[in-house]
């Protein structure tokens, strides 16, 4: 059974830093791979997902994601970050095994200090 | 217009006793989920219904029963609640998922039903 991995649980950054947040997943077939964000007292929302093609795939507001299939990865990136990007974020994965099995990973909580 | 909506959003309940949350989607998919959201944010896949049929059942608890009237509804009963019970329920729905589809996956979640079990 595949699973997703976010070892940063909990991420502090000030304003206009660069955000690098890991996510890998065990699941060595045909994947699709997903980042969620969950604002605070929200719902969860999709923010990327890479499905084929290019690796380096772009998101809604400024951040974007690389799949290296060798390092079963899919780290979400962000130049600067806002301090409105205060949220949880959730790496999530499907398999060709289980398409509608979409499994999330722990979540990172991401503070941004004003 | 809310696109996938839950009632209720909190609900306060003792031990032993059984609930209702209710889910509708107005987006026209096929597949309905409940995932389970505990206390350390950690968010698991509970059951996914494609078109009113049961397709995933991710060994839950017999005391949740999950019912699709429709493909629009997907409502989730528990029996005999548990302190362990208490979390927040979140609602989803996709369109038919495929991989290497670039439609697949994409899930709409509705606002959550907190429930407190004392």
């Known amino acids: 059974a595949q699973s997703v991995s976010q070892h940063n649980h909990h991420v502090i950054l000030s304003e206009a830093a660069s955000l690098e947040l890991g996510c890998n997943y065990s699941?060595?077939?045909?994947?699709?791979l997903f980042w969620y964000v969950q604002y605070p007292g929200q719902h969860l929302q999709l923010l990327l997902k890479?499905?084929?093609?290019?690796?380096l795939v772009k998101g809604i507001k400024g951040f974007e994601a690389e799949f290296i299939k060798s390092k079963f990865s899919f780290n979400l990136r962000k130049p600067s970050v806002q301090w409105s990007d205060t949220a949880e974020y959730f790496c999530?994965?499907?398999?060709?095994?289980?398409?509608?099995?979409?499994?999330f990973g722990s979540g990172t909580r991401l503070s941004i200090r004003p | 217009d809310t696109a996938v909506s839950q009632t209720p959003k909190y609900l306060v309940t003792q031990m032993g006793n059984d609930k209702s949350i209710k889910c509708e989607q107005n987006?026209?998919?096929?597949?309905m989920y409940w995932y389970k959201q505990d206390s350390k944010k950690f968010l698991k896949i509970m059951f996914s219904y494609n078109n009113k049929e049961l397709i995933i059942n991710e060994t839950v608890p017999n005391r949740f029963s999950p019912k699709s009237p429709d493909k629009a509804h997907l409502n989730l009963h528990i029996n005999s609640l548990e302190l362990g019970d208490s979390a927040v329920y979140f609602c989803?729905?996709?369109?038919?998922?495929?991989?290497?589809?670039?439609?697949?996956?994409?899930?709409?979640f509705g606002e959550g039903s907190r429930l407190t079990v004392l």
């Open positions: 999530a994965v499907n398999d060709d095994s289980s398409a509608s099995k979409i499994i």
């Open positions: 699941y060595g077939g045909t994947v699709n």
């Open positions: 989803a729905s996709s369109q038919e998922v495929r991989t290497h589809s670039k439609d697949t996956g994409e899930l709409f």
């Open positions: 890479y499905f084929s093609g290019d690796p």
């Open positions: 987006l026209g998919h096929d597949t």
